[in-house]
């Protein structure tokens, strides 16, 4: 099959190389899938796409004026793809589902325990020869109350960790996890976890129904000096309100892996472009806040499994026309 891979970085180069074993003609690209670069992918039956690429109606519509049957997503999420247009022009829809629930989770716990014990801000200092430990206090993560929104794979692996900790675990998803009784995660509803939880992490999908899902009503229900942890999508936390409760104290601490308007500006070398989004400038602006770009994926074992899994769908797709990751079925 003849593939064209938007959004594919110097670094994964090699691994889909070594996944692909010559069977498909990939064609590497770094720009994004957009309605302007759809055109890049004139005769592929397939593209490839990360979890910033625009796979909007306009933009599958033109990819599908172009012969182009097929898109293998090289993410777990899949909220920039119109599936609805998608299943209307019989294109399909492939995801990578639980390629490292690990690697994400154990992100989240890097930035916690770097945010809360000050581990970046004791590297300036270390740099400049100040060894005053002042603005150095941390907390104990043992004995807090961690609250979990979505515990499917990544939820459940950071809450695994969590216990190890010696938490207390609360856990809101509409769907229960048969694991969560084995390490005492106990359900309860949104306000509650809202209301008990020390540190709140999110894990679960951006779409209709979790878009701003924490916002000002949600934060006003949390305790003084709480820690939110998203590594799931920006959009589930309307960021005005997180710097609005950041700026009057009540939130202690925000870890964070995305934004929600990181399209454009995560994954790309912005050193000689002055930033316009003035809510990023703020939220940077923040001593209490660390922020990754989108980098939760980024391990060795979750590129290879990026990798294995992206060209099995392509192998499936050629074999029978349909992959068992098919997200239009
Ligand atoms: P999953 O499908 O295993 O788990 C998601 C869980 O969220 C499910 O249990 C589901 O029932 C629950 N959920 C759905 N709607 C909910 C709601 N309204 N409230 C509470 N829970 C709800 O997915 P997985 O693999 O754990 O991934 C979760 C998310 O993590 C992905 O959708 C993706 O956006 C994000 N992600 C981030 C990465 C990064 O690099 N930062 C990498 C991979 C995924």
């Not at 004026?65 to 609805?84: C, E, F, I, P, Q």
């Not at 806040?289 to 074992?301: D, K």
Request: hydrophobic content about 40%; proline content about 3%; glycine content about 8%.
């Amino acid at each position: 099959m003849k593939v064209f891979c938007y959004s594919l970085k110097p670094f994964e180069r090699p691994i889909m190389v070594q996944a692909n074993h010559c069977k498909h003609e990939l064609i590497f690209n770094e720009q994004s899938l957009s309605l302007d670069s759809a055109v890049l992918a004139e005769g592929c039956e397939a593209v490839s796409i990360f979890s910033n690429d625009d796979a909007s109606g306009e933009v599958l519509k033109a990819l599908h004026k172009l012969g182009v049957s097929y898109v293998a997503l090289r993410s777990a999420g899949y909220n920039h793809v119109d599936l609805t247009t998608a299943r209307r022009l019989n294109m399909r829809v492939a995801n990578v589902p639980a390629y490292s629930p690990n690697a994400i989770a154990e992100h989240a716990v890097a930035l916690l325990l770097a945010l809360n014990r000050r581990i970046v801000e004791s590297q300036w200092l270390m740099q400049m020869q100040d060894f005053r430990l002042d603005t150095l206090t941390g907390f104990n993560i043992h004995g807090k109350t961690v609250g979990i929104i979505g515990t499917g794979q990544i939820g459940m692996a950071f809450a695994k960790i969590m216990h190890g900790f010696g938490t207390h675990l609360l856990g809101f998803d509409p769907q229960q996890n048969p694991q969560a009784a084995t390490i005492g995660l106990t359900y309860v509803g949104l306000e509650e976890l809202l209301r008990q939880s020390d540190i709140i992490s999110i894990h679960c999908p951006l779409n209709e129904h979790t878009q701003y899902m924490i916002d000002e009503p949600q934060f006003v229900l949390m305790k003084e000096g709480v820690y939110i942890v998203n590594t799931a999508r920006g959009g589930i936390v309307r960021t005005s309100a997180l710097i609005r409760h950041l700026a009057a104290g009540k939130v202690g601490g925000a870890c964070l892996d995305v934004y929600e308007r990181e399209r454009g500006l995560f994954f790309f070398d912005h050193r000689h472009t002055i930033l316009q989004d003035e809510e990023f400038i703020r939220l940077r602006s923040f001593k209490n806040v660390l922020i990754t770009g989108h980098q939760g994926f980024l391990t060795a074992e979750a590129l290879r499994n990026i990798a294995d899994t992206t060209i099995k769908n392509l192998d499936a797709w050629e074999r029978q026309g349909r992959s068992p990751n098919d997200l239009t079925d």
